[in-house]
């Protein structure tokens, strides 16, 4: 079956940084895109950041855009997510996910479209 292992997360202060590591295994993860996702206490889940099976295409949320980084490394089947800059309310337990469609040329925002998702990493920034 598919697994996907976060890690990385912790306490920083506002403003440092983390990059959060997103290992799979069960299937040819190069063949499918790659989504984080964070779910914040008190909070529904939502859509951080997401990168396409090739790497071609990414998406950001508005709120982290040009703040994070969303990249992979198929040789490693791992998706990374850089985080910079980063505020209070980036505190929250992150996840990433893999899509149920092969060979998507674009990156997906909406959570339908994963499949499989990661137990999740805790991130907190401390003001």
């Known amino acids: 079956q598919v697994q996907l292992v976060e890690s990385g997360g912790g306490l920083v202060q506002a403003g440092g940084s983390l990059r959060l590591s997103c290992v799979a295994s069960?299937?040819?993860?190069?063949?499918?895109?790659m989504g984080w996702f964070r779910q914040a206490r008190g909070r529904e889940r939502e859509f951080v950041a997401a990168?396409?099976?090739?790497?071609?295409?990414?998406y950001y949320a508005g709120s982290v855009k040009g703040r994070f980084t969303v990249s992979r490394d198929n040789a490693k089947s791992t998706v990374y997510l850089q985080m910079n800059s980063l505020k209070p309310e980036d505190t929250a337990v992150y996840y990433c996910?893999?899509?149920?469609?092969?060979?998507?040329?674009?990156?997906?925002?909406?959570?339908?479209?994963?499949?499989?998702w990661g137990q999740g990493t805790q991130v907190t920034v401390s003001s």
């Open positions: 069960g299937r040819t993860s190069s063949d499918y895109g």
């Open positions: 996910a893999s899509e149920g469609t092969v060979h998507r040329v674009i990156a997906v925002t909406a959570a339908g479209f994963y499949a499989y």
């Open positions: 990168i396409s099976w090739s790497g071609g295409s990414t």
